[in-house]
């Protein structure tokens, strides 16, 4: 997730970027820049392929440039070379003050000599980049989104040829943008062909991470195209995952708050004319009448519930659990039906909660005496964005030497005391709070600590404490006569 500086580190980061940008610009160019746009709803797919060419021996690390509403938009980043897997370290070095830009750099796994090339994939998943258009909708209209971007690629290299694609799910394209004064082109400046807008090839663009060429040169565009899914948006997620030794049992559970970001409805809502539109199959691309979830095998005792109740409309399907270290497809699928379909605007807050073999996620290393767990940092929800999430990991009571290892950067960590029934002390409890999370933030968060034969033992001494001290007491209460007069 990208990192956003402060604005008293402007100048520190002017000093150290500058000469960034500047050698930067002498040590690679773009023989080509080929960015594919996947339009959605809450998600926006982006990859852009670079094909670099060196211009000095040893070039091995390169620069890429973010417009400042790009990477406000921009919460997944990764880099790799052109057909193959490993993900290449990347850097952020924040916003660029001068040229208004963020830069990262990319390492490429060997330098490069003069006239030798390399093609680099950036791929990149926006959220909150499209918005319903129009912004209202009955429950027959159908539902319509607009996307918004720059025209031009920014690098702070010459780029030879550049050329944008732009693809909708369906090829029902209301409108798009055809930019005026392009310089850079002699040809048509937009061409459509089915569900794909191609704006381009624009020849010879001069280093473009600047000030100056985003005033004179850079043109916003649009995109207005139909979309016949729900635009679902999870607000908030709070997850709690509570670690029992004693019980073998690891139990999470998930407090949902979703929006459907589709265009609010227009009018009241009919009952009626809903039942007629699943009738003949024909229901409101802007309505939300179910959602499937896949949860990990081997679960048990599920619950769900809203702040009614039970949500007795939902059918969970359980597999066996998956053996250590086997790679598999199996999933439990939860079929979770609300109690009313999720409109556009709507909101709807629920709970969904299971628990697993804690043998499926722990394990023991005995040449550190410390327990390793992993903890799926959420659900998963394909083409949803989760605006805010919280993770708590509730270790068993007395756990000391506790580290824990994240998937990627938190933006607040922290360690605190849970103490709930049969608690002396309580437990300890890490908290983990992220933000616009995507279906390409799916990890696990592993912990190790150690437990000493005390701390398991404290927790039936405490009950066997408690049982004697009843018994106590009610030995004494026999024996106090708290009678006025004897007989």
């Known amino acids: 997730m990208p990192r956003h500086w402060r604005a008293p580190f402007s100048f520190l980061l002017s000093v150290f970027i500058f000469p960034l940008c500047t050698s930067a610009a002498n040590s690679f160019e773009n023989t080509a820049i080929v960015r594919t746009v996947e339009l959605g709803g809450a998600l926006v797919h982006v990859t852009t392929t670079y094909a670099v060419k060196a211009l000095e021996d040893g070039s091995s690390v390169y620069t890429i440039a973010l417009a400042e509403q790009e990477h406000t938009h921009t919460s997944w980043l990764e880099a790799k070379l052109k057909g193959e897997s490993e993900r290449l370290p990347l850097d952020d070095y924040g916003y660029h003050p001068d040229s208004g830009v963020f830069l990262y750099t990319v390492e490429l796994p ?28 009955s429950q027959k209209d159908p539902q319509s989104l607009k996307y918004e971007s720059d025209l031009l690629v920014l690098s702070p290299y010459k780029t030879a ?70 635009v679902l948006e999870i607000t908030k997620l709070e997850r709690s995952a509570e670690i029992s030794h004693w019980g073998s049992n690891l139990n999470i559970q998930d407090n949902f708050w979703m929006h459907n970001a589709g265009p609010r409805l227009k009018g009241h809502f009919s009952r009626l004319e809903y ?7 024909r229901p409101a691309p802007h309505a939300l009448p179910s959602l499937t979830l896949h949860l990990p095998a081997g679960i048990h005792s599920a619950y769900f519930y809203d702040s009614v109740g039970n949500v007795s409309t939902t059918r969970l399907r359980t597999t066996p659990s998956v053996p250590k270290g086997e790679e598999t497809q199996q999933f439990s699928v939860l079929e979770f039906r609300p109690r009313y379909p999720l409109m556009g605007g709507w909101n709807y807050s629920f709970t969904l909660g299971w628990d697993s073999s804690l043998a499926d996620y722990a394990g023991y290393d005995k040449t550190t005496g410390k327990y390793v767990v992993s903890v799926p940092i959420m659900t998963v929800i394909p083409a949803t964005v989760i605006d805010e999430a919280e993770v708590k990991i509730v270790l068993p009571e007395g756990a000391t030497d506790i580290d824990y290892y994240v998937p990627y950067p938190a933006l607040d960590e922290r360690m605190s005391q849970h103490i709930t029934y049969l608690d002396t002390i309580g437990r300890p409890m890490i908290t983990l709070k992220y933000a616009q999370l995507t279906d390409r933030h799916g990890g696990n968060i592993y912990v190790t600590y150690k437990v000493p034969l005390s701390a398991h033992m404290r927790k039936p001494f405490a009950v066997a404490t408690a049982f004697v001290g009843v018994f106590v007491l009610a030995l004494a209460w026999k024996r106090v006569d708290i009678r006025i007069r004897r007989k």
Do not use: C, M
Not at 184 to 198: I, R
Not at 275 to 281: E, G, K, N, W
């Open 275 to 281: 039942q007629s539109q699943a009738y003949f199959a």
């Open 110 to 137: 060997k330098a490069l000599n003069v006239n030798q090339t390399a093609n680099l994939v950036i791929e990149t998943v926006q959220t909150h980049a499209t918005s319903p258009w129009p912004e209202e909708a």
């Open 161 to 230: 040829i550049q050329r944008t694609k732009i693809r909708s799910p369906s090829p029902l394209i209301h409108s798009y943008t055809t930019p005026e004064d392009v310089e850079f082109t002699t040809d048509a400046v937009v061409t459509k062909s089915g569900a794909t807008v191609t704006y381009g090839p624009y020849h010879d663009i001069p280093p473009s991470a600047t000030q100056e060429f985003v005033d004179k040169q850079q043109k916003r565009i649009s995109i207005h195209y139909s979309y016949d899914y729900p």
